[in-house]
């Protein structure tokens, strides 16, 4: 069994600045060779001082991880420009509850059996025992 307290080397390359986005953006590399590939949550708080990471890659059998990071200027900008997928991950937004694929299907294809006001009435589910 490997060594998890095994050391880690961390690299970034390729850093360049984004100001449309305000972030700045680079490829961080891992280097883990006595141990299996570090978690997101270690990552980001072996990160924590410099960077926050956002994608992780691992390559079998290497010892090596690489990942593409973003930081950005402000929160504000985070909320602007990231997808709200990654937003829920990192806490910022709260996910939205919503009916099952299938379920929200089935309604549109009773809705569009009637017209008019009726269409509000088909959308709900059927009542069960008639």
């Given at each position: ?80 420009f ?31 059996k ?17």
């Open positions: 069994m490997a060594d998890n307290s095994a050391p880690v080397t961390i690299r970034t390359r390729k850093f360049t600045t984004n100001r449309l986005l305000s972030r700045k953006q680079f490829i961080v590399d891992v280097i883990h060779p006595s141990r299996p590939p570090i978690s997101r949550t270690e990552l980001s708080e072996k990160l924590a001082a410099l960077y926050k990471a956002d994608k992780n890659r691992t390559h079998f059998g290497g010892g090596r991880s690489t990942g593409f990071a973003l930081i950005y200027d402000d929160e504000e900008s985070q909320k602007k990231e997808p709200k997928y990654r937003l829920v991950r990192a806490g910022l937004v709260s996910k939205k509850d919503k009916a099952s694929r299938k379920l929200r299907k089935e309604r549109k294809n009773r809705a569009k009637f017209r008019g006001t009726k269409k509000i009435k088909a959308a709900e589910p059927p009542k069960k025992g008639k």
